[in-house]
C-alpha cells in the first residue's frame, strides 16, 4: 500500500508540492514585495531635467511658460492672476501638448494684477492657468485678490468718466435753456420803484439808466414777465443765459425803439419754415437783456453786481462755443454810477435828451426786497399835452361796468389816436355827464413814439370842451 508522500516544499503529508498551501501566501507576499519595491524604485527614481534650463518639472517645450507659472507661485505679488481661474465651458479651449492638459482662458474679466490688462490684451495673455493654491498677503487666493482688483479699478475708471461728465455739466458754457427754473415770479415777486421827488435824499445812491423795453425774469430756464407770463425767446437767444440762476432785467432794442417790441410779443411759430424765419428776426433786430440784478441771492448790491459783472463776462464768451460767434452780445451788463442828488437830476436829462427814457435809483448795500421798495427810485420826463375825447372804452376786472379809458386824438393832429387811462372812480362813474365827447383833457405822456403818439398817456384834469 502507498505510504503517501511528503511535499517537497513544506515537508508534510497530506499534499504535495503542487498544492501547497504556503505556496499562495508566499506568492502573494512576493506580489506586495514587489508592488513596494517598484514604488519605492518609483518615488526614489532621479527625475527627468529640462533639456533647457536643466531643472526638473518639465521639458524644453514647456520650458518658457513653465518657468513663468513658477514665478506666479513663489513670488509673493505674482504678476497674473489666472492661477486659480475656473473658466466656463464656453470660455474655455481644451489644446492637448506632450500628453498633457492647458487651459488657455479667453475670458474678460481675467485681468493682469501687475499691469491691468485683461488677457486679451496683456502680452502674457496666453498663460498656462495652474490649480494652484497659493494665497495672497491678505490671506485671498491669487484669484480672488485679482477679481477684487480688476473691481478696484473698473471702479476707479468709472469714478473717472463721473468726474469728467459732472466737470462738463457744471462748466460755464452749458446752455441756459437745459437749466432748472429756479425763481417763481409769479409766486415771489419782483423788485418795485418808487417814484422820484425833490424830498428823497439820493445822495451817495447808484443811478443807472432806465431801460425802455419789456420788464423780463430769467428764472433759471426760461423769461418770464413781472405778472409771471412766459415770453417766447428762441432756443439760440436761451443758450447763451446762464442756466440755474435768476436774473432781472429788461428785455431791450434799443432807444426809441419801444414800438419794435411787438417782436417779443410774438408766440414761437410751430411750422418749420415760419420757425426758422422768426428766429432770424430775433438775430438781425440786436435784443439785448439788459441785466440789473441778481435773483434769490442774500448780499449786499454792490457784491450782487460784481458776480452779474462776471456772469456777463462768461455767457458773452460762451456764444462762440453754442455757435453764436458772428452774433451781437446778447447779454448786456447795466453800469452804475454813484451820484450826488445834481448829479441824478443832470444824468437824468442827459439821457432823456439822448431818447432814453430815464435813470433808476439804487441805494447802497441794499437787498433784493421782491416788493414796491424804498431802496429804488426812478426819474422819467413827464410832458403833458391836450387831446380831445371821442370815445369811451369800458373798464374790466375790479372796474367792470365803469369807464375803463377815454379814446383821444391829439389837437394838433386828430389821426394820432391814443387810450387814456388814470382816472378816480368819480370820474369813472359819472364821465358821461362831466367828460362827453369833444371835452378837451390835459394828459401827462412818457415821450411819444416814432409816429408821434404820446407813451403812457395819463389823464391830469379837464382843460375846456370845444366851443366854448
Known amino acids: 500500500m502507498f505510504g503517501g508522500g511528503k511535499c517537497g516544499k513544506c515537508h508534510e503529508v497530506g499534499h504535495n508540492s503542487r498544492t501547497c498551501p504556503s505556496k499562495n501566501d508566499k506568492t502573494e507576499m512576493k ?45 509673493v505679488k505674482p504678476h497674473l492672476s489666472e492661477t486659480e481661474h475656473v473658466p466656463s465651458k464656453k470660455n474655455k479651449k481644451t489644446i492637448k501638448k506632450s500628453s498633457k492638459e ?19 490684451t496683456c502680452k502674457n495673455s496666453n498663460m498656462i492657468t495652474l490649480n494652484t493654491k ?12 485679482a477679481q477684487k482688483d480688476m473691481i478696484d479699478r473698473e471702479m476707479a475708471v468709472k469714478k473717472k468718466v463721473t468726474k469728467k461728465k459732472v466737470t462738463k455739466k457744471s ?7 437745459e437749466g432748472d427754473v429756479v425763481y417763481n415770479v409769479k409766486e415771489k415777486g419782483v423788485l418795485l420803484a418808487n417814484n422820484f421827488d425833490d424830498t428823497t435824499d439820493i445822495d451817495g445812491w447808484w443811478a443807472s439808466e432806465k431801460w425802455d423795453g419789456y420788464r423780463a425774469v430769467w428764472n433759471g430756464n426760461s423769461f418770464s414777465s413781472r ?19 435768476a436774473l432781472d432785467g429788461e428785455l431791450w432794442l434799443g432807444r426809441g425803439a419801444f414800438e419794435k417790441c411787438g417782436l417779443l410779443r410774438r ?11 422768426w428766429e432770424d428776426e430775433w ?12 435773483l434769490g441771492q442774500d448780499m449786499k448790491f454792490e457784491d450782487r453786481m460784481k458776480v452779474l459783472q462776471q456772469i456777463v463776462k462768461e455767457r458773452n464768451s460762451c456764444m462762440k462755443h453754442v455757435g453764436l460767434a458772428s452774433v451781437k452780445h446778447v447779454l448786456a451788463f447795466t453800469k452804475q454810477t454813484k451820484v450826488t442828488k445834481p448829479q441824478a437830476i443832470d444824468m437824468a436829462k442827459e439821457v432823456i435828451a439822448g431818447g432814453g427814457e ?22 422819467k420826463e413827464v410832458d403833458d399835452m391836450e387831446v380831445i375825447i371821442e370815445g369811451y372804452k369800458m373798464g374790466q376786472g375790479k372796474y367792470k361796468g365803469l369807464l375803463g379809458s377815454f379814446t383821444a386824438a391829439l389837437m394838433t393832429d386828430r389821426k394820432i389816436k391814443c387810450n387814456v387811462s388814470g382816472m378816480d372812480d368819480k370820474i369813472r362813474n359819472s364821465y358821461l355827464e362831466t367828460h362827453p365827447i369833444g371835452t378837451v383833457i390835459t394828459i401827462t405822456y412818457n415821450g411819444t413814439t416814432g409816429s408821434g403818439k404820446p407813451r403812457h398817456p395819463r389823464y391830469l384834469r379837464i382843460r375846456h370842451k370845444e366851443g366854448h
Open 31 to 75: 506580489t506586495e514585495t514587489k508592488t513596494e519595491m517598484k514604488t519605492e524604485t518609483k518615488t526614489l527614481k532621479k527625475p527627468r531635467k529640462c533639456g533647457k534650463c536643466h531643472e526638473v518639472g518639465h521639458n524644453k517645450s514647456t520650458c518658457h511658460k513653465q518657468h513663468m507659472i513658477n514665478k506666479v507661485s513663489k513670488s
Open 102 to 120: 492647458y487651459h488657455t482662458i479667453h475670458d474678460k474679466t481675467v485681468i493682469c494684477e501687475k499691469c491691468g490688462h485683461n488677457n486679451n
Open 134 to 145: 497659493s494665497l495672497s498677503v491678505e490671506g485671498k487666493s491669487w484669484v480672488e485678490a
Open 171 to 177: 462748466s460755464k458754457c452749458e446752455v441756459g435753456h
Open 227 to 245: 405778472s409771471g407770463k412766459t415770453f417766447d425767446v428762441p432756443d439760440w437767444y436761451r443758450s447763451v443765459m446762464p442756466p440755474n440762476v
Open 267 to 277: 408766440k414761437k411759430p410751430v411750422k418749420p419754415d415760419l420757425l426758422l424765419k
Open 283 to 294: 438775430k438781425k433786430s440786436g435784443v439785448t437783456f439788459n441785466v440789473f440784478d441778481i
Open 358 to 379: 430815464g435813470i433808476m435809483l439804487r441805494q447802497p448795500g441794499s437787498l433784493y426786497e421782491p416788493k414796491r421798495s424804498k431802496t429804488l427810485y426812478k426819474i
